[in-house]
C-alpha cells in the first residue's frame, strides 16, 4: 500500500490540509506534530452553541460557528472543532483534537489525540484514539480502535511483506475516505484501511487494507 496522505484523504476542503504537508506516511502526524499544530493554530474562541450543563475544562478549545454542544458533553482541550458539528450528550473529546466540520461525535463517544476530517459519524459508544479518520468515514455504535498494546512496546504497520516501524506507543488507525465501520468493531493499533471499505459489525482487524476492502463475515 501507498501511505502518503492523498492516497487515503481528499484534502482539498478540508480546514486543516497543511497538516499533512510533506508527510511520507499519514502517522507520521501523530503524537508531538499534531499537538504542535494545534498549538499554534488554535483560537480560543465559541462560535457555536454551548448549551447548560456541557462542560469545557480549560481555555484552548474553539469551536466552529453552527456546532451545538448538548449537555453532559465534556470538551478537554487543546481542541479545535469545526462548522455545523453536533457534539451530544456524554460525548468526551480530551486533548489534541481536531474535528473537521459537520461530523457527529455522539453519546458516550471518546476522542484522543485524533483527527477527523469532515461529515465524520461517530454516534453512539464509539472510542477513537490517535487515529486519522477520512472525510464522511461511518463508525457504528460501540466502534473502538484500539491504541496501545498490551505490552507498551512501539506500534508498527503490518503490510504484505513489510513492516514500518511508526516510532509511536500510541497509535489507532488510519482510515481513508468513505469507509464504514459496523456495529462493535474493533481494530487493533497500528491498523491501516484504505478508501471505501467497510467493516462488518462484530469484527476485529488488523493490518493494512487496500481500497474497497470488504472486511468480516457477512451474517
Not at 1 to 17: E, V
Not at 40 to 60: F, P
Not at 62 to 68: A, M
Not at 202 to 213: K, L, Q, V
Request: aromatic share 8%.
Amino acid at each position: 500500500m501507498k501511505f502518503d496522505p492523498p492516497s487515503f484523504f481528499d484534502l482539498s476542503r478540508f480546514s486543516h490540509r497543511k497538516l499533512f504537508d510533506g508527510l511520507e506516511r499519514a502517522w507520521e502526524l501523530l503524537g508531538r506534530p499534531l499537538a504542535e499544530y494545534i498549538a499554534a493554530q488554535l483560537k480560543r474562541e465559541i462560535r457555536g452553541t454551548v448549551m447548560d450543563g456541557a462542560h469545557i475544562i480549560g481555555g484552548d478549545v474553539f469551536i466552529g460557528e453552527g456546532t451545538i454542544v448538548e449537555p453532559g458533553a465534556l470538551i478537554k482541550g487543546p481542541a479545535i472543532i469545526g462548522r455545523k458539528c453536533e457534539i451530544r450528550h456524554t460525548a468526551y473529546i480530551r486533548e489534541n483534537v481536531i474535528v473537521g466540520d459537520g461530523c457527529v461525535v455522539g453519546h458516550a463517544t471518546e476522542l484522543k489525540g485524533c483527527v477527523l476530517l469532515d461529515n465524520v459519524e461517530a454516534g453512539h459508544f464509539a472510542y477513537i484514539g490517535d487515529s486519522v479518520a477520512g472525510n464522511r468515514v461511518m463508525f457504528g455504535a460501540g466502534t473502538k480502535l484500539a491504541n496501545y498494546k498490551l505490552n507498551g512496546s512501539e506500534v508498527v504497520v503490518h503490510d504484505t511483506g513489510a513492516d514500518y516501524r511508526t516510532g509511536l506507543n500510541k497509535f489507532g488507525a488510519i482510515i481513508g475516505d468513505g469507509s464504514k465501520f459496523g456495529c462493535n468493531s474493533v481494530s487493533s493499533p497500528g491498523t491501516v484501511v484504505g478508501r471505501k471499505c467497510i467493516v462488518m459489525p462484530c469484527t476485529a482487524i488488523a493490518g493494512c487494507h487496500p481500497d474497497g476492502s470488504k472486511l468480516g463475515h457477512k451474517p
